[in-house]
């Protein structure tokens, strides 16, 4: 507000003046601050109906997908067993005999208080029916420990771990070393052999052949077998226990051996596909239900002239955003009317989803409601698109002039805030030189006043 001057000479009350002079300059900077808090209010609600028309559209692309509605319930007669429905799955009931589990292959020393040589040398060896693979692994000494490490470290695929395994005659803590190999299945199998792979070729016997040594588990793959007992009779072989399509989008994992076949069935899960309509025509209804509210015009106070416009009152953009999802909601799929899917609109200008129609339809025929569903998905999603899309959808291009707006104006503000904080100075600088040029004149008259007092005292004294 800068220093008060008033009344030092002329009585005026100046900061009033200066005030009310700046308040008229001010004028344009306050109609700018105005635009912009109406601009934000209504920015934040169009960055708001922007995301909802994001989130539609990729709810909506995903059901308009291919498999977008293939929805299953999978389910096993056993408990040996687990069944998972995945995008592709389609109906089906499939004989099952779990004949064998997958198991990593394991094995163990005989008891030892270190290694044989130093520096400790092993060799893997793996073979899968026509090719032998062999990994030597060097430790930095025979201690267990670094053997372990060493194992651990190698490309032989193979973990190892050292175990306490009691103590000799002479009081020495015994230790034994077991192998795993790092992944299920019967690829995984092993020998390993005190050496080098050099001693292997010369004829090396295997850890296992020492007495006390063992093989704890032979690495082996599951093993399923479909339709047993009939010409159709087929096994089937995984390096793990999950067998991935063993139908097309339909993943089992066996939990145990069967001595009974298990029945593993897939169906059509309507609860589901009703659920994604309802939950897609209440997203559209959201979305439409907000523009209308904010489009309309309070009548409140309307016999005093106080009528209120909604801040979306007059916007085309969200007017027309409106409109092209509404249609693309209700526009008839091969000339029926989506009514007889239970998606209805009403004369307010939104949707009803009857839950009980659409259930209907889709137990009557699920081919034909998934497929209008997805055709009106498909015209959702485009529209929500057209709306929303960074950088084409009309709404984010409205977005985007907003903003443009807000900030230009913005910095227009800064700008008048420098130039009206100059005219105060300058107005301050006026007046107080007026003051001062007052404070002058008022020191001079008071000066001839007493000069004129003077001459007419020596005056009557004659």
Do not use: C
């Amino acid at each position: 507000m800068g220093m008060g001057i008033d009344g030092l000479t002329s009585g005026l009350k100046t900061s009033e003046i200066i005030n009310a002079l700046m308040n008229a300059e001010a004028i344009p900077q306050s109609l700018m601050k105005k635009t912009v808090a109406n601009d934000t209010y209504l920015l934040t609600a169009l960055q708001a109906l922007n995301t909802k028309f994001a989130s539609l559209f990729k709810q909506a692309s995903e059901l308009s997908k291919p498999d977008g509605l293939a929805m299953y319930q999978a389910n096993s007669s056993s408990p040996a067993i687990t069944v998972t429905a995945a995008a592709g799955a389609r109906p089906i009931a499939l004989d099952l005999n779990v004949t064998q589990l997958a198991q990593a292959h394991a094995v163990v020393t005989a008891p030892q208080a270190a290694w044989p040589t130093s520096p400790a040398v092993l060799t893997f060896v793996k073979t899968d029916g026509t090719t032998t693979t062999k990994v030597e692994v060097n430790a930095d000494s025979d201690s267990l420990d670094a053997i372990a490490y060493a194992v651990n470290k190698s490309d032989a695929g193979v973990s190892a771990v050292k175990v306490a395994s009691g103590t000799d005659a002479s009081g020495a803590t015994l230790y034994r070393l077991q192998f795993t190999a790092k992944e299920t299945g019967a690829a995984g199998a092993f020998k390993v052999y005190q050496g080098s792979a050099a001693d292997v070729d010369a004829g090396a016997l295997p850890l296992t052949a020492v007495p006390g040594a063992a093989v704890l588990r032979t690495g082996q793959d599951a093993k399923v077998t479909l339709w047993a007992g009939t010409p159709a009779e087929q096994t089937i072989t995984s390096k793990s226990n999950t067998f991935t399509a063993i139908s097309p989008g339909i993943d089992i994992t066996v939990n145990q051996v069967t001595t009974a076949p298990a029945v593993v069935t897939v169906l059509r899960d309507d609860k589901a596909v009703t659920a994604a309509a309802k939950d897609l025509t209440s997203n559209v209804n959201i979305i439409l239900g907000s523009i209308f509210t904010q489009s309309a015009v309070s009548a409140a106070g309307a016999a005093a002239g106080n009528v209120t416009s909604g801040l979306f009152t007059s916007n085309s953009t969200t007017a027309a955003a409106k409109d092209k999802l509404f249609t693309a909601v209700v526009s008839p799929v091969n000339g029926k009317s989506l009514s007889t899917i239970g998606i209805n609109s009403t004369k307010n200008g939104d949707l009803v989803f009857d839950e009980a129609v659409f259930a209907a339809a889709y137990a009557k025929d699920p081919a034909l409601v998934e497929s209008t569903l997805q055709t009106v998905t498909a015209r959702v999603a485009d529209a929500a698109k057209a709306i929303s899309d960074p950088y084409s959808g009309t709404l984010s291009q409205s977005i985007k002039g907003k903003e443009t707006v807000i900030n230009d104006l913005n910095a227009q503000i800064l700008k008048w805030d420098d130039r009206l904080a100059q005219r105060r100075g300058a107005l301050q600088s006026i007046y107080t030189n007026l003051e001062v040029q007052l404070g002058k004149m008022q020191s001079q008259q008071n000066w001839l006043t007493s000069q004129i007092g003077s001459l007419d005292s020596g005056s009557s004294k004659k």
